[in-house]
């Protein structure tokens, strides 16, 4: 199936790698990295090591840079061979964070995507995607794209969010290249893992479809809603993601933290 320009599996756990990062490094003169990878299982045959999700963040009290990478494994890339990257780069103001340019890539068995996106200060947002939409839909106008932001920022406010205000409770407008919608967060009841110990904060996650969608899909599909798990492991005031749970045209995935390094620590939970 190529409706999505990124299949949904590692898509929403590329956007969600980004959370491991909020507000305690922003006082820092220089960008502080971190590094995560989480390895994801599911889909159609439950445990299938479908793939492997790595990210870099740097950031400032000026700006950051997000890179993440997405990659088959096992039987999922014999028949997928999927390999994608995203990065994205923005400026820090007053709090808040600014994207100001969104690029990827995906290489799927001879399909190449491309989408670049960039946003201007007075809230423009442009978008140039190769090859364009290939499905029915509504398109995206340029209305609708305007003061929108990158899924990977997303998730880097949502935690800046919770780390000061103890709460998921947030909703944002997003663009993806092709596709315009609703982002939101919900708190829900703390949980305890038992690889990890300790109560988590968990958020629960909906997506409402807006636009660029294929027009025979709903706005109410298994793919539209997603779970957050996450802890304190980093001596920095931060919270880290360690079990993502999300929908997707595929199945159901879970991606679990597998290795973090930042702040002079490193933790390994998985090989």
Not at 18 to 29: K, P
Not at 139 to 156: E, H, N, S, W
Not at 253 to 259: G, P, R, S
């Amino acid at each position: 199936m190529l409706r999505p320009w990124l299949p949904g599996a590692h898509r929403k756990a590329l956007a969600l790698l980004v959370l491991v990062i909020q507000g305690g490094s922003v006082g820092a003169e220089e960008p502080e990295r971190i590094f995560l990878r989480f390895e994801v299982f599911g889909g159609p045959t439950a445990g299938l090591h479908f793939l492997t999700l790595t990210a870099t963040v740097d950031q400032s009290h000026q700006g950051y840079v997000i890179a993440a990478e997405a990659k088959t494994r096992g039987l999922a890339d014999v028949f997928l061979a999927l390999h994608s990257r995203l990065d994205v780069r923005g400026r820090i103001s007053d709090g808040a964070l600014l994207p100001e340019a969104m690029q990827a890539e995906t290489h799927r068995r001879g399909l190449d995507l491309y989408t670049r996106i960039y946003y201007g200060v007075d809230g423009t947002v442009t978008a140039e995607t190769r090859p364009p939409v290939g499905w029915p839909a509504v398109p995206v106008t340029a209305a609708q794209m305007r003061g929108t932001i990158d899924q990977l920022t997303v998730y880097l406010a949502l935690v800046r969010h919770l780390a000061r205000s103890g709460s998921c409770a947030l909703t944002f407008a997003v663009f993806d290249g092709r596709r315009r919608y609703d982002l939101g967060f919900a708190d829900a009841p703390p949980e305890v893992l038992p690889d990890i110990g300790g109560r988590t904060r968990v958020c629960r996650m909906w997506r409402r479809r807006i636009a660029g969608f294929p027009a025979e899909s709903s706005g109410n599909e298994a793919t539209d809603q997603g779970k957050v798990w996450l802890v304190r492991l980093l001596q920095a005031d931060l919270m880290v993601p360690v079990r993502m749970e999300f929908g997707s045209e595929f199945g159901t995935f879970t991606a679990d933290l597998a290795e973090l390094r930042g702040g002079g620590q490193y933790f390994r939970f998985l090989e």
